[in-house]
């Protein structure tokens, strides 16, 4: 093949026009896969000097040419022609110049349709691995946060009303726990792109001797494809993968929305440190929190990479069809973003001051001791719907003016209940498991942090 012409001329008898290279080159985003092309061909040769089909002179010349083409992606010294499509087409013809005839021999048995859907799992394996990394380190900022932070309370919120009040640490670890269902879909994600789909040619096999089980071991795939059609078709390990970075991205969008509304005046639970706050341009007393709203705003961006991909899939007929090109750019998009909003969320949260003062006092307000008086009517034996009703009366005669909830509720039910007053004492008395106390708060800090550590030997366990 001359350099400067396509892989497929030899039908052609013209060559492409401008505006169709324009418009189906891939290579300035998929130049990306450039590390798992290397890897995929040279597990690919192996494969063909096995099964004969390469000699192994010719293999060792293949395999020192894309070590070579290696280098050069890494060093960004491989200059690419106007004629290279994509990256597949550009690492072939480097290495055809490299290595002459026996370069040549490089795509027997293979297609860019086997080849493409190789190169995205291996990427896919390594990135989501990465991913994970990200989530666990976050996971680790809320746990240390949570650590100092038992013996503070603020409300609990439903409706975003004040509703109960709750140790700090619990309210962090909320957030965790969310996070570590990431990290479960993330790992599982990985399982299922973990198959090889090398050696299933265009859409067929081939009527050569290889063996796609030795180049899926070659690759450390765990598995290799059992149809075909489905191989070079299948792109759910991408959809599978936007899906837990959208929700990833929604889980980081709701810790956004809370920052935003801490670090309001309003609110004023949390300062954030310099670091990790902008300025206004023209307001010179402003102190915004951008990381909290763009990790909400960027979420938008997530879930369209997710129903782009899925409307794009949804026609398709067997097996490879061009569509599917559209596949890397929301997912490398999606890890980018991810990634990148892991790392200052997660400075955000580290570095930012908690101002307790500003806590206890929202938590303090007497209402939220109304479900304690309830309860309390219930420990002595009363119905809980008749306690509702009674301490609801209560209030109603609070609001109506009568006096504080503690002095009302103290002549009613007896000056003991003027103990549930107070957001500590209240937050203390939810002790059942996985509840609001500083106290429930320490087991489950345990529990967080076994579930960290296990879950970091899961994620050590890949190695890609
Ligand atoms: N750039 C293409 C893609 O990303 C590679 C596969 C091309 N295959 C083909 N039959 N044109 O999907």
């Given at each position: 093949?001359?350099?400067?012409?396509?892989l497929?001329?030899?039908?052609?008898e013209?060559?492409?026009?401008?505006?169709?290279?324009?418009?189906?080159?891939?290579?300035?985003?998929?130049?990306?896969?450039?590390?798992?092309?290397v890897?995929?061909?040279?597990a690919?040769?192996?494969?063909?000097?096995?099964?004969?089909?390469?000699?192994?002179?010719?293999?060792e010349?293949?395999?020192?040419?894309?070590?070579?083409?290696?280098?050069e992606?890494?060093d960004?010294?491989?200059?690419?022609?106007?004629s290279?499509?994509?990256?597949?087409?550009?690492?072939?013809?480097?290495?055809?110049?490299?290595?002459?005839?026996?370069?040549?021999?490089?795509?027997?048995?293979?297609?860019?349709?086997d080849?493409?859907?190789?190169?995205?799992?291996?990427?896919?394996?390594?990135?989501l691995?990465?991913?994970?990394?990200?989530?666990?380190?976050?996971?680790?900022?809320?746990?240390?946060?949570?650590?100092?932070?038992?013996?503070?309370?603020?409300?609990?919120?439903?409706?975003?009303?004040?509703a109960?009040?709750?140790?700090?640490?619990?309210?962090?670890?909320?957030?965790?726990?969310?996070?570590?269902?990431d990290?479960?879909?993330?790992?599982?994600?990985?399982?299922?792109a973990?198959?090889?789909?090398?050696?299933?040619g265009?859409?067929?096999?081939?009527?050569?001797?290889?063996?796609?089980?030795?180049?899926a071991?070659?690759?450390?795939?765990?598995?290799?494809?059992?149809?075909?059609?489905?191989?070079v078709?299948?792109?759910?390990?991408?959809?599978?993968?936007l899906?837990?970075?959208?929700?990833?991205?929604?889980?980081?969008?709701?810790?956004?929305?809370?920052?935003?509304?801490?670090t309001?005046?309003?609110?004023?639970?949390?300062?954030?440190?310099?670091?990790?706050?902008?300025?206004?341009?023209?307001?010179?007393?402003?102190k915004?929190?951008?990381?909290?709203?763009?990790?909400?705003?960027?979420?938008?961006?997530?879930?369209?990479?997710?129903?782009?991909?899925?409307?794009?899939?949804?026609?398709?007929?067997?097996?490879?069809?061009?569509?599917?090109?559209?596949?890397?750019?929301?997912?490398?998009?999606?890890?980018?973003q991810v990634?990148?909003?892991?790392?200052?969320?997660?400075?955000?949260?580290?570095?930012?001051?908690f101002?307790?003062?500003?806590?206890?006092?929202?938590?303090?307000?007497?209402?939220?001791?109304?479900?304690?008086?309830?309860?309390?009517?219930?420990?002595?034996?009363?119905?809980?719907?008749?306690?509702?009703?009674?301490v609801?009366?209560?209030?109603?005669?609070?609001?109506?003016?009568?006096?504080?909830l503690?002095?009302?509720?103290?002549?009613?039910?007896?000056?003991?209940?003027?103990?549930f007053?107070?957001?500590?004492?209240?937050?203390?008395?939810?002790?059942?498991?996985?509840?609001?106390?500083?106290?429930?708060?320490?087991?489950?800090?345990?529990?967080?942090?076994?579930?960290?550590?296990?879950?970091?030997?899961?994620?050590?366990?890949?190695?890609?």
């Open positions: 093949m001359s350099t400067g012409s396509t497929w001329h030899g039908r052609f013209g060559g492409p026009a401008e505006a169709l290279m324009a418009y189906t080159v891939s290579l300035p985003f998929d130049r990306r896969l450039g590390p798992q092309d890897r995929g061909s040279r690919h040769v192996a494969g063909l000097v096995r099964a004969g089909l390469m000699t192994a002179a010719d293999g010349v293949v395999t020192a040419a894309l070590e070579q083409v290696g280098k992606l890494r960004g010294t491989l200059a690419f022609l106007p290279d499509e994509d990256i597949h087409t550009a690492v072939e013809r480097r290495v055809t110049e490299l290595a002459g005839e026996a370069g040549a021999r490089l795509h027997t048995a293979r297609s860019r349709n080849q493409v859907a190789t190169d995205l799992r291996l990427w896919t394996r390594e990135a691995l990465d991913v994970v990394d990200g989530v666990l380190a976050l996971q680790g900022v809320l746990a240390s946060r949570a650590e100092e932070s038992f013996d503070v309370t603020l409300p609990g919120y439903t409706h975003l009303q004040r109960q009040s709750v140790s700090l640490a619990h309210h962090l670890m909320a957030h965790a726990w969310a996070l570590s269902r990290v479960d879909r993330l790992l599982s994600t990985i399982e299922r973990d198959v090889s789909p090398l050696g299933a265009a859409l067929a096999g081939t009527s050569l001797p290889i063996d796609p089980e030795f180049t071991r070659e690759l450390g795939f765990s598995a290799v494809f059992e149809n075909s059609l489905d191989a078709g299948d792109r759910d390990f991408v959809a599978e993968a899906f837990d970075l959208a929700l990833l991205g929604v889980h980081l969008s709701r810790i956004g929305e809370e920052w935003v509304l801490w309001s005046e309003e609110f004023g639970f949390a300062v954030l440190d310099d670091a990790y706050a902008t300025g206004s341009s023209m307001l010179p007393q402003k915004n929190a951008d990381i909290a709203e763009l990790a909400r705003g960027k979420s938008g961006r997530l879930i369209g990479h997710l129903t782009g991909l899925l409307a794009t899939l949804k026609g398709l007929p067997l097996a490879y069809n061009r569509d599917l090109q559209e596949d890397k750019e929301p997912l490398f998009d999606a890890v980018d990634a990148l909003a892991l790392a200052a969320v997660g400075g955000m949260v580290a570095t930012a001051r101002i307790p003062e500003a806590m206890e006092r929202a938590s303090g307000a007497d209402v939220l001791a109304a479900t304690d008086l309830a309860e309390f009517l219930v420990r002595s034996g009363r119905p809980f719907r008749e306690a509702h009703a009674t609801g009366a209560l209030v109603r005669r609070h609001l109506a003016g009568e006096g504080s503690a002095d009302i509720a103290a002549e009613a039910l007896g000056e003991e209940v003027r103990a007053f107070g957001g500590a004492n209240g937050a203390a008395m939810r002790t059942s498991r996985g509840g609001g106390s500083p106290a429930a708060a320490r087991d489950q800090h345990v529990r967080l942090l076994a579930r960290l550590t296990d879950d970091r030997s899961r994620r050590d366990g890949w190695t890609v």
